[in-house]
């Protein structure tokens, strides 16, 4: 038994700590603290950090800070201790007048996070003010005749403390005529009466001296006096007598001027002059109750007069009196007390304090961005506001305290969408009809670098001659970033590598700021037909963002290689060629070939010869073929030609301006009975020759099937592409580009629909693709299966060159076919 009652002890101790522990947490947001007024600065209020929650350390670096509407510096904290204490005088009097609670609101606020705890202190009155009367002196006149008993009013004294410091006693200087009669606590509203105990007698006591003090009830005690003069007055003993002692009104506030608020009535059993009453308010009424209200002194009507404003005064007390012309007057007195009744005249008032000037677009949600306090000088329904936002913004309203409210962030920003919100407070109080308040708030938002620098297309394509000058302007790049300021301030560079053995920024370079790419050096076509790198966009925000683009940087050919001979035989250098021709050939007869290639391309590797004219004009037997190179008898020789013929063969190329080189071809004529027989061994290679033409042939159809077939699939690729590629812009149009292939039995052409684009600066683009395909030379025997094997692959190129259609460079294939068969063959391939 005795362990069991010790456990439930326990337990019920527990569970104490438990209540007392919720209770603390739900408070922990509002402090309450107490303070007497006029207490001396530096006077200790509370540890408000303690009791917070917070840490001495961290009150500076959260910005530890009080605020407190409309309150001045009355109290402030130590930061160094958290202690809060009384900077100024407080004067309880002059924040809450005759309020039964007074306190002081403070709201602390501390940042990172941002909290806001509200903290209430509590003003305790002291017994600093005396009992005032409303005047030192006060003279009444009492007539003689005046019955035992008669009642006459005084103005009573006001502290301007509350409870026991304005709880007030009155005592009257001893006398043998007069005793003071004070109302009840319920019957404050009545005021102090002289009561007379004893008859006067004018010719006794003409005149009466007495002392009303008023003691209130606070330690040490403070005291307020009022001397009474009485003048005994002989005849006229009725006094005017009004139907109630006091009167009870309400009035609504704003009522307009000449308003009746009441009828007072006040009879006198005199008759003549002495019973004819005068109404007045009392001789020590206020100027502000002369302003609200006036008194027909006939009638007795009391009627609105100014202003009658609820948050001004809630009460007034109207002390009125009935006098009549007897000689001398008497007095009645009596007491209007007029409530004033509260309406919906006075709107909600907004207080915004902005915490952040700017807020960032990646703050988080729940981020406090202002504090709005609301208040209305009404009360009851018409003092309960509301508060709401503008809608469709992304902010909301959240209630800290009463009528306390934050504004905090809701959803998430985009400083690129919408870089300011304009904010429309809306206060709105419960009367009918309802008053509101707008407010304006606005909120900008701050940029954060969230966007990368974007270009307008991923790749770039770009044509330009070779042999350009150092420092030559290429292209210009572009990159737009959506942010603002420093975090939209784009630099660019090459994203660096190594082109064959040399540095990328060895050939081109790109300003940081402008973003203009630069050539460093002559580029050359033969060399370096295409240079393909990247360019980096990097903005300056922290961290940097960036992206890449892709340059290609077409190099277009130029004519700078003139033509080059090939050696006239295999492994030998250049020198002059030398055939022996016999004098018995025919007319047509090809008796040796020039070879000659450009290192160019294009038009300006197209090559053709030109045989120059003999010394003295003499008519050569002779003759070049254009495209082939191949020399040839125009006639038949005899014995009228030199044994010894000497031709000079200018090749030129198609360049503008064209470029050209000279051979030398020395003929020896023989007779043919002097030319040498052909020996066995000539005539198997002759054979053998034959037999590996025959092969070519073989080879040459297979190869035709074959490209056939790519062909087709080439075809079905392209079209892929070019429909599923978006359209380049450029400064150059779509052009069709014109395949023509040539021999010496004459030329053909096949148009190709194809857009191309080949930008070279100058003039209008050149499109073409050709390709020359002259005829086989003779003397091909078993012994040059060299040649042989050459001759294949120079067929394969020829006919990739006339069936697959290139994009940018001229391509020119200048290469041997036997047979106008073979051509016959392409012709109707192609057709």
């Not at 007048?97 to 941002?114: K, Q, Y």
């Not at 009485?230 to 307009?256: G, M, Q, Y």
Request: one cysteine or more.
């Amino acid at each position: 038994m005795l362990a069991s009652g010790s456990g439930g002890r326990r337990a019920r101790r527990l569970l104490l700590s438990l209540l007392l522990l919720a209770a603390w947490e739900t408070g922990s947001n509002h402090v309450r603290y107490s303070v007497s007024e006029e207490a001396k600065h530096d006077t200790f209020v509370g540890r408000i950090a303690q009791d917070l929650g917070l840490e001495l350390a961290e009150l500076v670096p959260r910005l530890f800070r009080v605020a407190s509407k409309g309150r001045g510096d009355l109290l402030e904290v130590n930061l160094q201790n958290g202690i809060l204490f009384v900077n100024s005088r407080i004067d309880r009097e002059e924040l809450c007048g005759r309020s039964a609670e007074c306190s002081i609101h403070l709201e602390v606020i501390v940042d990172r996070p941002l909290q806001v705890f509200h903290v209430e202190v509590e003003v305790k009155d002291i017994n600093d003010n005396p009992p005032v009367f409303p005047a030192t002196h006060r003279n009444l006149f009492i007539s003689e005749a005046r019955a035992l008993e008669s009642h006459f009013s005084l103005e009573g004294a006001s502290d301007a403390d509350i409870g026991e410091n304005a709880l007030l006693t009155y005592r009257l200087t001893a006398n043998e005529y007069f005793s003071l009669e004070v109302p009840s606590n319920d019957e404050q509203v009545k005021p102090l009466e002289l009561v007379l105990k004893k008859r006067l007698d004018r010719e006794v006591a003409s005149e009466l001296l007495l002392v009303l003090k008023a003691t209130d009830g606070g330690k040490p005690e403070l005291t307020g006096t009022v001397k009474i003069n009485i003048t005994v007055l002989d005849a006229n003993d009725n006094a005017p007598v009004f139907d109630k002692a006091v009167h009870r009104i309400k009035l609504l506030e704003n009522a307009r001027n000449g308003t009746l608020i009441i009828r007072l009535n006040a009879s006198d059993l005199d008759e003549g002059s002495n019973g004819h009453i005068i109404y007045s308010f009392a001789t020590d009424v206020s100027s502000n109750t002369e302003a609200c209200f006036r008194i027909d002194s006939n009638s007795g009507e009391i009627r609105v007069n100014g202003k009658i404003d609820f948050e001004e005064t809630k009460l007034w007390k109207l002390q009125i009196e009935a006098v009549d012309k007897g000689n001398p007057p008497m007095f009645g007195h009596c007491t209007v007390l007029i409530e004033v009744l509260d309406i919906n005249d006075n709107a909600p008032e907004l207080l915004v304090t902005s915490l952040l000037l700017s807020i960032p677009e990646d703050a988080p949600l729940g981020t406090v961005i202002t504090l709005i306090s609301v208040t209305d000088r009404d009360v009851g329904s018409n003092a309960q506001v509301t508060c709401s936002l503008t809608p469709y913004v992304p902010f909301k309203l959240v209630s800290t305290f009463k009528n306390y409210y934050s504004l905090v962030l809701d959803r998430s920003l985009d400083r690129e969408k919408v870089s300011e919100y304009a904010l429309t407070l809306i206060a709105k109080d419960g009367g009918s009809p309802s008053l509101s308040t707008t407010a304006s708030v606005s909120v900008e938002v701050a940029d954060v670098n969230d966007n990368a620098p974007a270009f307008a297309q991923p790749e770039y394509t770009v044509f330009m001659k070779e042999n350009n000058p150092p420092g030559c302007h290429i292209f210009t790049m572009s990159a737009r970033d959506a942010d603002a300021q420093e975090n939209a301030l784009v630099s660019y560079s090459l994203v660096e590598r190594r082109v064959g053995e040399r540095a990328l920024s060895s050939y081109v370079s790109v300003h940081a700021e402008s973003g203009k790419v630069y050539a460093l050096q002559p580029l050359d076509h033969e060399e370096l037909e295409l240079l393909q790198f990247q360019v980096s966009a990097r903005d300056a925000g922290v961290p940097p963002l960036g992206s890449n683009v892709t340059l290609q940087v077409f190099v277009l050919d130029e004519n700078d290689n003139a033509p080059a001979l090939l050696p006239p035989g295999p492994g030998g250098g250049p020198s002059a060629l030398s055939q022996v021709v016999s004098r018995s050939v025919d007319a047509g007869h090809v008796v040796a070939k020039v070879r000659a290639v450009d290192a160019d391309s294009g038009y300006n590797a197209w090559l053709s010869y030109e045989l120059q004219p003999a010394v003295g004009g003499a008519r050569s037997p002779f003759r070049v073929g254009l495209y082939t190179g191949e020399i040839s008898t125009t006639r038949a020789l005899d014995e009228a030609d030199a044994p010894r013929q000497r031709l000079l063969v200018l090749v030129k190329d198609h360049g503008e301006p064209a470029l050209t080189a000279t051979a030398t071809v020395l003929l020896s004529l023989e007779d043919s009975g002097q030319a040498p027989k052909p020996s066995s061994r000539a005539l198997s290679g002759a054979a053998g020759a034959e037999t590996a033409l025959v092969d070519v042939n073989v080879y040459l159809i297979i190869a035709i099937c074959a490209v056939s077939s790519l062909l087709v699939l080439t075809l079905l690729l392209y079209t892929a592409l070019r429909c599923s590629a978006p359209p380049s812009e450029g400064a150059c149009g779509p052009v069709k580009p014109r395949l023509v292939c040539s021999s010496a039995v004459g030329s053909w052409s096949y148009s190709q629909e194809k857009r191309q684009r080949v930008c070279s600066g100058e003039g209008p683009p050149k499109t073409d693709l050709i390709a020359f395909s002259p005829s086989v030379p003779p003397g091909l025997n078993s012994g040059d299966t060299g040649d042989q094997q050459e001759f294949c692959e120079n067929v394969s190129t020829v006919i990739l060159g006339c069936i697959m259609p290139i994009n940018v460079n001229h391509v020119v294939v200048h290469q041997q076919i036997t047979t106008s068969t073979l051509l016959e063959i392409f012709v109707v391939f192609f057709l």
